[in-house]
């Protein structure tokens, strides 16, 4: 039997436009006499019959002044450079190539950005994850079409393991302890046995990770289908801890991230990051979020969840709707997500209703509607509007009648102003 020729499976694989871009770049290696192959996540996919998303390539020799000449003959494709790493992307419409020199990396220190210089394919591939994101297609020369597979990859994916390429591949990086953990749950793969050693013997190394390395391999696991997977497993294997000594995961939390799902079809990243801190402290949820180097939204969203939290026994009380948006107004809508997940009975069904539709509903009176009726503009205008709408949320009015009727009321003192008592009273 003729071996397969992946250069046609990836070509069968791939939209039109990058599969156009794909030729450009290997017709322009083949001219130049440079090897080029695709390489990491694409191949692994390839294998595996699962879709392909950006499409990465190692050459032999100057990536960007490849990727830079192809991209100037391709009409609407764009070319970054970062020359100091010797990578490129070319950029389409509805496609990324990432080329990229063949380098050698070596560390200096766990956790360092590594040092890196030109090397061969061979080089390249070690410097990987794992033995399953370490298999080339080679593009050109004689072996185009083939499987480059040095360190047995196709063997660990056809067998479902995740191998490390070398004991020191988790303290060197260990970012890739979150990287294993996510395509475990993604693949359904496992650790191989000497692998899951040498991680659980440096998983301490995560605290050697800076902030956003760390924050990008979060996001980046918490957009899989099933995080709440991915989190279980980083808890047993003691990752969260070394990421954060406060932060931990259970089974509780884990039905949380499905019903949060069940909720809305994408929830947004930063509920899910507020499930994260649920259990969490307000001094431990600042900390965290000061760990992980979050964006000011996110970071809000983390530390909001503890003050969600402490809010879930007043949510349990007999209080009018008005009382309970009084309570939730000031969250932000991520940390009453989780609150919605998190919790249950009252509290989760008065989160809900807030943020399906208390906070929705306004007075049918305005600002000017109110001035006409002769409340003065200034803090009372906002005080007046603020009545009004607790008396909508409550049922006391209904219709513009009502609420011009109560209004008058207020401002002729007969109408008591409804109390906003505040989060702590
Ligand atoms: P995904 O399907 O989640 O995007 P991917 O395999 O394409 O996964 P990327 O993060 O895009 O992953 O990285 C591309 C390739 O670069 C990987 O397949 C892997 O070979 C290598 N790689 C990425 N990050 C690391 C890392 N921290 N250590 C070693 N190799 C890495």
């Given at each position: 039997m003729p071996?397969?020729?992946f250069i046609d ?5 791939l ?8 030729g450009?770049?290997t017709r322009a290696?083949r001219?130049?006499?440079l ?6 996540g694409?191949?692994?996919d390839l294998l ?9 390539l190692?050459?032999e020799g ?16 764009r070319c970054t ?6 990578t490129s ?10 080329v990229?020199?063949?380098?050698a990396?070596?560390?200096?220190r ?15 591939l070690?410097r990987?994850?794992f ?6 297609v080679a593009l ?7 499987l480059?597979?040095?360190?047995h ?7 479902g393991l ?10 060197d ?14 693949l359904?793969f496992?650790?191989?046995?000497q692998t899951?050693r040498w991680?659980r ?5 995560l605290?050697?990770i ?7 391999e979060?996001l ?11 989190l ?5 294997l003691g990752?969260?801890a070394a990421i ?5 995961f259970?089974?509780?939390r ?25 259990e ?8 965290l979020?000061a760990r992980?180097?979050l964006t ?11 003050e ?7 949510l ?16 932000p ?6 609150l ?5 009975g009252p ?9 399906r ?9 305005d600002?000017?509607?109110?001035v006409?009726?002769g ?10 509007l ?8 409550d049922?006391?009015v209904r219709?513009?009648?009502d609420e011009?009727?109560l ?9 008591a ?7 702590s009273s």
């Amino acid at each position: 039997m003729p071996e397969p020729n992946f250069i046609d499976k990836l070509n069968a694989a791939l939209p039109t436009p990058s599969r156009e871009a794909l030729g450009a770049l290997t017709r322009a290696a083949r001219a130049r006499s440079l090897a080029l192959y695709a390489v990491g996540g694409s191949v692994r996919d390839l294998l595996l019959e699962r879709p392909t998303q950006d499409l990465d390539l190692t050459l032999e020799g100057d990536a960007p002044t490849l990727a830079r000449d192809v991209a100037a003959g391709l009409p609407g494709v764009r070319c970054t450079v970062h020359s100091a790493f010797g990578t490129s992307t070319l950029i389409g419409d509805a496609f990324r190539i990432d080329v990229a020199s063949a380098r050698a990396e070596s560390y200096e220190r766990p956790g360092a950005l590594p040092a890196v210089r030109p090397g061969s394919l061979r080089d390249d591939l070690l410097r990987r994850d794992f033995t399953l994101n370490a298999i080339a297609v080679a593009l050109t020369g004689d072996d185009a079409g083939g499987l480059i597979d040095p360190f047995h990859g196709e063997t660990d994916l056809e067998a479902g393991l995740l191998r490390a390429l070398h004991e020191a591949g988790f303290r060197d990086d260990a970012t890739r302890i979150l990287r294993g953990a996510r395509y475990e749950a993604r693949l359904g793969f496992r650790f191989e046995p000497q692998t899951l050693r040498w991680l659980r013997r440096d998983v301490r190394y995560l605290e050697t990770i800076s902030g956003p390395r760390l924050r990008d391999e979060l996001l980046r696991l918490l957009h899989e289908p099933q995080p709440e997977r991915i989190l279980l497993r980083l808890d047993e294997l003691g990752a969260l801890a070394a990421i954060h000594p406060s932060l931990s995961f259970g089974e509780r939390r884990a039905a949380a991230f499905a019903r949060l799902r069940e909720l809305r079809d994408e929830p947004p990243v930063t509920a899910s990051l507020a499930l994260l801190a649920w259990e969490l402290t307000p001094s431990d949820a600042a900390a965290l979020a000061a760990r992980l180097a979050l964006t000011r939204r996110e970071a809000e969203a983390v530390r909001a969840a503890p003050e969600a939290k402490a809010l879930l026994p007043a949510l349990s009380a007999d209080i009018p709707p008005s009382r309970a948006v009084d309570l939730l107004s000031p969250l932000p809508a991520a940390a009453m997500w989780a609150l919605v997940a998190a919790a249950e009975g009252p509290p989760a069904d008065r989160a809900l209703r807030f943020l399906r539709r208390w906070r929705h509903l306004k007075p049918l009176l305005d600002g000017h509607a109110l001035v006409a009726l002769g409340v003065p503009p200034g803090p009372q205008l906002g005080e007046v509007l603020h009545r009004l709408q607790a008396a909508k949320l409550d049922g006391e009015v209904r219709t513009r009648h009502d609420e011009e009727t109560l209004a008058r009321a207020i401002l002729s003192g007969t109408a008591a102003m409804k109390t906003t008592p505040s989060r702590s009273s």
